[in-house]
């Protein structure tokens, strides 16, 4: 656990998302919880060596990544409202998928035997901002990524907890995106200044690692439009795969998960060009009302 501001940690080296926790004068804050259940465990024992409550666990998206954790904490969960609708719908065939993940490693796959789905208690939709002791917290949406995407900014630090809106060295998974929401959502960011970005995955970074995501996601739209205009099938732009692979690194023995990643964007994209070309319905209607955050500067006046 790495102390990035005064009372701010993250955690890099769990499976999964990144883990945060934030410090108050009334208690501590959790961002998201691994999703293997002992490193889990673990992270909820590190929790508890720097604070003695735990107020809320927020969690940023309403992926496996993000949420798995949840049951280690006593503390409500907050997150987006489209999270809890997600996960609300998650049964048991949910938590056997995850294990199926973990189909070489029969050792984890025993550790989701008591895995339990905990669902958000409060939820909110556009901005939500919560003071305790002297320190602001400022709950926000943000979208692209997913409709559930939310971000938690700490202004007297001026550091963003951004969830997947912004991913470090690795490719952004595109399955459930608004692209086009994702790049103005980029934009916006582009024009904060602040001090440091906590991405969904990666190492904390600044606002120069904006630029590699902006470019994988406008070539992957740039790919798979020139394949639908060319009368291309969902299915024969999947060539689109191999050429993208290479735009981020990944762990050896992964290519294989990340080329599945990559053809879930392909598909996303593919029926984003549809709709834009008149000719289906999106799958996901995004809250349009709150898609846009608050300038930073507006949320501190």
């Not at 954790?69 to 719908?89: C, I, R, S, T």
């Not at 980029?186 to 630029?211: R, T, Y």
């Not at 996601?217 to 732009?237: D, F, L, N, P």
């Not at 294989?256 to 996901?284: H, L, N, Q």
Request: charged content about 25%; hydrophobic content about 35%; proline content about 5%.
């Amino acid at each position: 656990m790495e102390e990035i501001a005064r009372g701010v940690y993250v955690s890099f080296e769990y499976e999964g998302a990144n883990c945060g926790l934030i410090e108050t004068d009334e208690g501590a804050i959790v961002v998201d919880t691994p999703i293997i259940p002992e490193e889990a465990k673990e992270w909820a024992a590190r929790v508890a060596e720097k604070t003695d409550r735990v107020l809320y666990v927020f969690n940023t998206d309403h992926h496996r990544a993000h949420i798995l954790g949840n049951q280690y904490f006593d503390a409500p969960v907050l997150a987006h409202e489209y999270a809890w609708k997600e996960m609300a719908g998650y049964k048991d065939t949910f938590i056997e998928r995850t294990k199926n993940l973990y189909k070489k490693q029969p050792d984890i796959q025993k550790q989701f035997s008591e895995t339990v789905i905990v669902k958000p208690e409060l939820t909110f939709t556009g901005y939500m901002l919560m003071t305790k002791g002297h320190r602001k917290l400022h709950f926000m949406y943000l979208g692209g990524h997913t409709p559930a995407t939310s971000g938690l900014y700490i202004p007297d630090v001026n550091i963003l907890f951004a969830g997947d809106l912004v991913v470090v060295d690795e490719h952004p998974a595109l399955g459930q995106c608004d692209s086009k929401e994702w790049l103005k959502q980029l934009d916006w960011l582009q024009e904060q200044k602040l001090n440091a970005i906590v991405p969904g995955h990666g190492s904390v970074c600044n606002i120069e690692a904006i630029e590699p995501m902006r470019c994988y996601i406008r070539t992957m739209r740039a790919r798979v439009r020139s394949q639908y205009k060319q009368g291309r099938t969902k299915a024969e732009s999947a060539v689109v795969i191999s050429q993208m692979i290479d735009m981020f690194p990944y762990k050896p023995g992964r290519k294989s998960i990340i080329e599945k990643r990559i053809r879930a964007g392909v598909s996303r994209i593919y029926d984003e060009m549809k709709v834009f070309y008149g000719v289906a319905e999106p799958k996901t209607r995004y809250p349009r009302s709150t898609m846009r955050p608050k300038p930073l500067k507006s949320l501190l006046a």
